[in-house]
């Protein structure tokens, strides 16, 4: 069973950019899977940010787009993200999450989890 | 963009009761519709998948339905264990989830 953790700092600066890691165990990042961030601010929804195959090929969030970098590391089989120029409003848990290809078991869905990270923004 | 709106945003049930929550898609989205339990302080949890496939594990009283615009999920008989936050999430274009509805226990 594929499990992800996310690791990184906790602490961003205003202005300075975001950087996680997700390790990714249990299986192959070279499968038929998106690999996805979703966060959640403090006491409020899910936000998906963006998502990377394989391949390298990436979708992103539009009104994130500009700041969020995906990228996937085969040889360690982990995954991050880069969101450049954060303000307060990126304070959030962040997720990583694989989400089944449309052709998948479970076509379009986050079906595996990671326990989430907290990011703060602040100085 | 499509748009994702979920309701009620809370409610109040007792052990026993039969919940239903609905999610409205502002423009056809097939089945590509996907529900969620979170609990405090965890992960979300896939439930259903492609509007009415209930992920493997997951209790038989959930259950979801609907197609095009409207869906809806189901607790049949609600336990204790089900006071959480539900998200339903479009998988038809770019992911989008819905604001969650957070159910209680009486």
């Known amino acids: 069973q594929v499990q992800l953790q996310e690791s990184g700092p906790g602490l961003v600066n205003p202005s300075g950019t975001l950087s996680l890691t997700c390790a990714v165990s249990?299986?192959?990042?070279?499968?038929?899977?998106?690999w996805s961030w979703v966060r959640q601010p403090p006491g409020k929804g899910l936000q998906w940010i963006g998502e990377?195959?394989?391949?390298?090929?990436?979708n992103y969030k539009p009104s994130l787009k500009s700041r969020a970098t995906i990228s996937v590391d085969r040889s360690k089989n982990q995954f991050s993200l880069r969101l450049s120029s954060v303000t307060a409003a990126d304070t959030a848990v962040y997720y990583c999450?694989?989400?089944?290809?449309?052709?998948?078991?479970?076509?379009?869905?986050?079906?595996?989890w990671g326990q989430g990270t907290m990011v703060t923004v602040s100085s | 963009d499509i748009q994702m709106t979920q309701s009620p945003s809370s409610l109040s049930a007792s052990v026993g009761d039969r919940v239903t929550i609905t999610c409205r898609a502002s423009?056809?989205?097939?089945?590509?519709l996907n529900w969620y339990q979170q609990k405090p302080g965890k992960a979300p949890k896939l439930l259903i998948y492609?509007?009415?496939t209930l992920q493997g594990g997951v209790p038989s009283r959930f259950s979801g339905s609907g197609s095009g615009t409207d869906f809806t999920l189901t607790i049949s008989s609600l336990q204790p264990e089900d006071s959480a936050t539900y998200y339903c999430?479009?998988?038809?274009?770019?992911?989008?989830f819905g604001g969650g509805t957070k159910v209680e226990i009486k």
């Open positions: 990377s195959y394989h391949s390298g090929s990436t």
């Open positions: 249990g299986g192959s990042i070279i499968s038929d899977n998106w």
């Open positions: 492609s509007a009415s």
């Open positions: 999450a694989k989400k089944s290809h449309d052709s998948g078991e479970t076509p379009g869905a986050f079906d595996i």
């Open positions: 423009q056809s989205i097939t089945y590509s």
């Open positions: 999430q479009q998988s038809y274009s770019t992911p989008l």
